[in-house]
């Protein structure tokens, strides 16, 4: 009864369904039936477009001339023609649009294939070069063109330095030495801002530090951004700058920054000037790195050296102290300096310079530095305080009362307190100048003359109402007196006028002259006849009406003969002659009735028309009415009368 039951409901439901059911199912049979008949009518449409299409193509062609024929490039629009629209909708059966999608993945398939091959060949060409190998020479790449704008150097961020792999710190001075296997690292990080916008041939270049000459490494390599692609080319130019061009790599991207790491190294020639020398990146980066050398040569702890104004008339002594040129570390370094005896410092001339210290010993004076000094007591001070650096102190000491011939100073260098080091030097040779010198000397151009030279104040002392007294012996006869300004040497400066006689006046003076006076020598005054004749000239200067100083001269004159005679042989052919020359009073000595008598040797006859008689000294010939003659049995005589002058 319930299995009969149940049967019943069982079919009432399935007559149910299927009157539900049939007419869905009649429908979708005939939308798969107009579906057909749809998709065989736009295939046709299809196909008739594209013969439409290949036609107007065939057409185009056609008015397409011989010479226009190789531009079909240039053409930027090709007319359509307009399909009338219409209101059908195009349906796509699934299997096509499968279809379709598959071919694209397949052609995108095959040019990743393509594009992964060709990147793998530019890995295998590139590998070589990181390697470091010599299949392709890093000296072989050339920079990229820098044909588009200049970026600037802002892009340079950042700057890191290493030497032989060590990292040097920013701020810091590091101690090197300069050889042939120092190698110096420096990195520079690069970056875009992301608004920058990038074209292949952008560029930027940064000015590297004077210190730095060429490289050891290639002057020109591959740009390399943080994933290692590479976006264009750097290079290290002539006038020393890092330049980097950019080629299109990067031109459509963000977070675009990179490193270029370069070997330099130092300029030798800056460290010959001084040790101390900066890697200074300007203010894109705003670094610095200090570095320096241990100098050579010869070096102190303390060096003392002076000079004199000038050897005659010592006004000053200006000395010079160098401190330190060893660059050694002082805790509380300073230097005394006792000024001794007939010195007095001259405490505005105090002054401290910095000292650059070259790498062979160069000294080279820097920049005037302000350091505690004391003068108390004749004792100058100067405190260093804790320095490495080398320096200069120059002051003057002014020479007080008489002068000395040599002036020694000592100075000496404390560290902490503790005497390091003492250098003394010691002035010498000085001498103070005459207040009156004289000299004199035979003229060589006229022997009857005396040239006498007063120095008047050589010591340039200043000096009232100064005259000049000479008193000339009565043997001399002024022929003339001239004067000039001098320098303490007695050198001529300034020519000053003449004068007839003594004394000369000079007024107040705080310089030196020169006076020179011409003098012949009066023969006639001499009653003796004396081989040799002497003069004794003096010169006395006085200041304000008072003798101040005198000096006196000695010149000695050998005087000539009375009487000489000599002959010589003037025989020709068949007539034999002698001649005979007599010079009479070569001394110009005073003579009175002077008689010269000449005795002729035997197997000698005299030919008297051959006799002349001349003055020499007034280089005349006598008239023989101007002396007498007379023969003598063996000989002649001629008399001259009182003579002064010179005969023959």
Do not use: C
């Amino acid at each position: 009864m319930n299995k009969n039951k149940i049967a019943s409901v069982f079919l009432t439901l399935v007559i149910l369904l299927s009157t539900i059911l049939s007419p869905q199912l009649i429908g979708a049979a005939n939308a798969a039936e107009n579906d057909q008949d749809l998709v065989e009518t736009i295939e046709k449409q299809t196909v008739e477009e594209q013969n439409d299409e290949l036609s107007e193509a065939d057409v185009l062609m056609d008015n397409i001339g011989d010479n226009d024929a190789n531009n079909v490039g240039n053409i930027t629009q090709v007319p359509e023609e307009t399909e009338p629209e219409t209101d059908e909708t195009k349906v796509f059966h699934l299997e096509d649009l499968v279809t379709n999608e598959t071919q694209v993945i397949n052609e995108s398939e095959e040019d990743e294939d393509s594009f992964v091959e060709n990147d793998s060949q530019l890995q295998s060409n590139s590998a070589p070069l990181e390697a470091g190998l010599e299949t392709e020479s890093e000296d072989d790449i050339q920079p990229l063109v820098d044909d588009g704008n200049d970026l600037g150097s802002g892009i340079f961020k950042d700057v890191r330095v290493e030497i032989n792999g060590e990292p040097i710190n920013e701020g810091t001075v590091t101690e090197v030495e300069i050889t042939d296997g120092l190698q110096l690292q420096v990195t520079f990080e690069w970056a875009l801002d992301d608004d920058v916008d990038l074209q292949a041939g952008n560029w930027a270049e940064l000015q590297l530090p004077g210190s730095l000459s060429g490289v050891s490494s290639s002057t020109s390599g591959p740009l390399l951004d943080g994933d290692g692609e590479n976006v264009g080319t750097y290079e290290i130019t002539s006038d020393g700058k890092l330049k980097v061009v950019f080629n299109d790599e990067l031109t459509e991207k963000t977070e675009r920054d990179g490193k270029v790491g370069l070997l330099l190294k130092f300029d030798v020639s800056k460290f010959e000037d001084d040790v101390n020398q900066k890697l200074e990146f300007g203010e894109e980066i705003n670094k610095e790195f200090g570095f320096k050398v241990k100098p050579t040569g010869e070096l102190y702890d303390i060096k003392k050296t002076g000079k004199v104004d000038a050897e005659i008339n010592s006004k000053y002594i200006d000395w010079t102290l160098d401190v330190n040129t060893k660059l050694e570390a002082l805790v509380d370094g300073s230097i005394e300096d006792i000024i001794p005896a007939g010195l007095v410092l001259d405490s505005s001339s105090v002054e401290v310079y910095e000292l650059a210290v070259g790498s062979e010993g160069k000294l080279t004076p820097g920049i005037l530095v302000s350091k505690p000094v004391s003068t108390d007591g004749g004792i100058l001070k100067v405190d260093l305080g804790a320095t490495d650096k080398a320096y200069r102190i120059k002051f003057r000491t002014n020479i007080e009362g008489e002068l000395n011939g040599a002036y020694t100073n000592t100075a000496t260098l404390k560290d902490n307190g503790t005497e390091k080091a003492t250098s003394s030097a010691t002035i010498e040779g000085l001498s103070k100048g005459s207040l009156i010198e004289k000299e004199g000397w035979r003229n060589d151009q006229d022997k009857d003359q005396i040239i006498w030279r007063i120095y008047v104040n050589k010591a340039e002392e200043t000096l009232n109402n100064v005259k000049v007294l000479d008193s000339l012996p009565e043997e001399l006869t002024v022929e003339s007196i001239e004067y000039w300004k001098s320098d303490a040497w007695g050198n001529y400066v300034e020519w000053q006028g003449k004068a007839t006689k003594f004394p000369i006046e000079l007024g107040d003076i705080s310089g030196a002259y020169v006076i020179v006076v011409t003098t012949n020598i009066d023969y006639a005054k001499f009653t003796e006849y004396t081989k040799e004749l002497e003069f004794v000239n003096e010169a006395i200067l006085e200041v304000d009406g008072s003798e101040k100083d005198r000096d006196d001269a000695k010149v000695t004159v050998e005087r000539g003969t009375l009487l000489e005679k000599s002959g010589k042989e003037t025989t020709s052919y068949g007539d034999s002659k002698i001649s005979w020359t007599l010079n009479v009073n070569k001394a110009k000595h005073h003579i009175d009735n002077a008689v010269v008598t000449d005795t002729i040797g035997a197997g000698l006859e005299l030919i008297e028309d051959s006799i002349v008689v001349k003055n020499v000294t007034k280089n005349t010939t006598l008239a023989a009415t101007d002396y007498t003659f007379a023969k003598t049995g063996n000989g002649f005589t001629i008399a001259l009368g009182n003579i002064t002058d010179e005969f023959v």
